[in-house]
């Protein structure tokens, strides 16, 4: 069973507009994930984190910034929003032999 | 560099038949696990199999059995007894001895009745 959770699940905002997407999980997974999406495309990996305090780039180049200051917790930041950012944004945690996703975000920039 | 390859854009098959999804992955690391996942149109993505490198035996989960060759670096998602609801992307992953897990481009199965 995953408990991983994303919020929001929709969101429609402003070019320039700071915002947070949050991710949070009660799994205990050391290891967490960012992944952005396009519909019916590859995940492209744009965060992720070894537990806390320890963030990485991904494989995407990516405007936004994560933190990780709890091991539950691991929200992703766009500090002015671009209709370029208008993606689903993926969360997900991984323990040895699993990795759940949360419900995913999608995000519109308008 | 880690790498997943899925060869097969779209597979369609007919209800109540098996299906094979073509998985084959690039890695120099001795240890590391392969991922499938089903990603319906609702976005979504869902956990279906695991599979370690140092796994004896092939992972199964219900109707879904992951045909792991390991010389041949295949790992590909065998799915018995398709139904309707099987109708979805499903994307194969990897996790690196640098703890990412990469994805490959995803596969859109299609059953039909």
């Known amino acids: 069973e995953a408990d991983i959770y994303q919020t929001p699940r929709y969101l429609v905002i402003g070019t320039g507009k700071k915002i947070t997407l949050e991710c949070s999980q009660t799994?205990?997974?050391?290891?967490m994930y960012w992944y952005q999406q396009d519909p019916g495309m590859e995940l492209h990996l744009i965060h992720y984190s070894y537990g806390v305090n320890s963030t990485e780039k991904g494989d995407l180049s990516s405007e936004s910034t994560v933190s990780r200051i709890r091991t539950e917790h691991f929200p992703l930041t766009l500090e002015s929003a671009r209709p370029s950012h208008t993606s689903q944004y993926l969360c997900a945690s991984r323990s040895h032999s699993e990795a759940f996703f949360g419900q995913g975000t999608r995000l519109t920039v308008v | 560099a880690q790498k997943i390859t899925q060869t097969q854009p779209g597979m369609f098959v007919q209800e109540k038949e098996a299906v094979t999804l073509d998985c084959t992955y690039d890695t120099s690391d001795q240890s590391y696990g392969l991922f499938w996942y089903k990603q319906p149109s609702s976005g979504e993505m869902i956990f279906l199999i695991y599979?370690?490198?140092?796994?004896?035996q092939n992972a199964t989960e219900g109707r879904y059995s992951l045909n792991f060759q390991k010389a041949r670096k295949s790992a590909n998602l065998v799915i018995s007894a398709s139904q309707l609801g099987d109708s979805a992307m499903y994307f194969c992953?990897?996790?690196?001895?640098?703890?990412?897990?990469?994805f490959g481009t995803g596969t859109r199965l299609l059953v039909s009745p």
């Open positions: 992953a990897m996790n690196t001895g640098f703890q990412k897990l990469v």
């Open positions: 599979q370690g490198s140092y796994d004896e």
């Open positions: 799994m205990g997974h050391d290891k």
